[in-house]
């Protein structure tokens, strides 16, 4: 028995031929792949996004409720280590590289072999001297994009081909072999959606000038609609790029016969928002069907059910118990996932509700037809903590300042009897703050894109009743339960809805932005506010956002403005155009 794991990073579902008839997207080797295997027609998302998701497809359960994103704990179940004590060998190839950084370090030692290639999204690869570094993160990261892009001249030389090249190789050298499971693990299409061969953005050419926007930002979109264009044009190049790239897997099995005995899953750890429903990217804002209803296909040779869908809830959790028990291996008890072998044959259910989010903003659930996106009772979005032993950030350790009041924690029920450590989210996590949107209630059913907020108390209660007991079956901490106001041991009731009471909040965060160039002091809207509350203009910062301005939110992003605020939601577009008039009048 052989498996093989292609895995995409952001691969939005609905610009998929196989889920979309009128997509303008050139992808048709995933339109072969669905002629092969089974399509998921419901299949979710759950932690989010890239690492905590990854943490899923090692552990079989959601990771959200306890922690931000970060490495592998001591008391993780890792499935490819599973597999790899098993006698299986386990091999990732890859060039995603939030690997290799503070909190994801630990997931590519779990498998026997493993190799990286370098240069996606910023990585600090190749060091070019280009005098004073750029101020923030993001520029940062541009700036070390630009050095890494001219290190990839060629399609050839990209990482994803390399990452491909290395995984095919696998698949010509252990062909004969037995009990392997290789992942082939490509970041893109994540942003930016750099493609180096005309090839493929000559397939969507547009006259939109250079330099290219190819990166947008984590916001709501404000740019003309021709860069809106111009951005789905550069996202839908890269996904045809790595239609190629899956096209030679697929070939790859044609070539050694490996549709006998091999299993073959392809995924993605959730989407990315091109503008849709106003907004660029993902993290910052609800978690929309975009971003968390998945494309998800297997090809299990023991049914070899094929050119078929499946309507039955499923999620990222269910990879694990799924690649485990095709080896004939059981999941760990700690695993809340379930195996797909019964969704494969006949369409079996597996689960009646489906948790997902990100650590600290909404906690979600859907039954496949509604969605409910519970948010925190009040702006403070408290009480929110980090339970681990592992105390990392993406790309840095924990703060000595963190650190200072942490408390141990009373054992998990997924611990395996550890205390971890328990202290208060900080920093960055702030910027997911889901009071600022509301509590959301949409019928899927009646309103597939997500653009009418229901208020219907009967189905609120109903979905409010799912979402406690999920809560509960995953032992989410007290905490959670008190920044959401779902009673932890006692019955949900109406006194506990809350989607009527923050209707006007919801409404107020979706109107769109007007851009910062027709808005009076535009230049102080746009100046770092850490430098802006000590001018004069203090006071009128102390009036409108005296929420931010002596928070963490403010410390851990230097660079942030006011203009940022409100693309990030912190501010409604009322609240913006009075800050902005009364600060025109300190001129």
Known sequence: MKAIIVMFDSLNRHLLAPYARDTFVDAPNFARLARRAVTFDTFYAGSMPCMPARRELHTGRYNFLHRSWGPL?????????????????????SDHPHYWEDGGATYHTRY???????????????????????AGQRARMLSQDEVNRRYMPTEAEHSQTLTVDAGVHFIDTNAAADRWLVQIEMFDPHEPFFTNNDEYRKKYADDYPEPRFDWPPYAKTVEPADTVRHARNEYAALVSMCDRSLGRVLDAMDRHGLWDDTLLIVNTDHG?????????????????????????????????????????????IDIAPTVLGFFGLAPTPDMQGRDLADVLE???????????????????????????????TD????PLEEFTLMPTHMRSRFAVGELVDWEPSEPLSFTKGLRTMRMPAAGSARMSNPWLHGTLLFDLETDPGQEHPLVDDEVE??????????????????????????????PVTRDHLLVAAQRDQADAAAEPLPPVEGLPASDL??????HLARTPVRPVLEKHVPFVLDSELVAAMPQLTLYDLAR????????????????????
Do not use: C
């Open 272 to 316: 990315f928002l091109l503008g849709e429903h106003g907004w660029w990217a993902k993290s910052v804002m609800p978690w929309f069907n975009e971003l968390v209803h998945l494309p998800m296909f297997v090809w299990d040779p023991r049914t070899a059910h094929r050119d078929t869908r499946r309507a039955a809830l499923a999620q990222t």
């Open 112 to 134: 026997s072999t493993w190799e990286f290639f370098r240069g996606q999204e910023g990585d600090p690869w190749k060091g070019v001297v280009t005098g004073q570094p750029p």
């Open 461 to 490: 209660l109903r979905m409010l009743r799912l979402l406690q007991r999920l809560l509960r079956e995953s032992d989410a901490p007290p905490s959670q339960y008190r920044r959401l106001g779902i009673p932890q041991d006692e």
């Open 379 to 382: 702006r403070a979005n408290e």
């Open 346 to 376: 006949d369409d079996r259910a597996v689960r009646d509700g489906a948790l997902f989010g990100i650590h600290g903003g909404h906690v979600n659930v859907t039954d496949g037809r509604y969605v409910y996106m519970r948010a925190a």
């Open 73 to 93: 704990e001591p008391f993780d179940d890792s499935m490819p280590q599973i597999l790899r004590d098993a006698g299986v060998h386990t091999h990732l190839a």
């Open 568 to 587: 990030s939601a912190h501010l409604t577009t009322r609240q913006l155009r009075a800050l902005a008039a009364d600060l025109a009048e300190t001129r």
């Open 525 to 530: 809207l746009t100046r770092p506010l850490l």
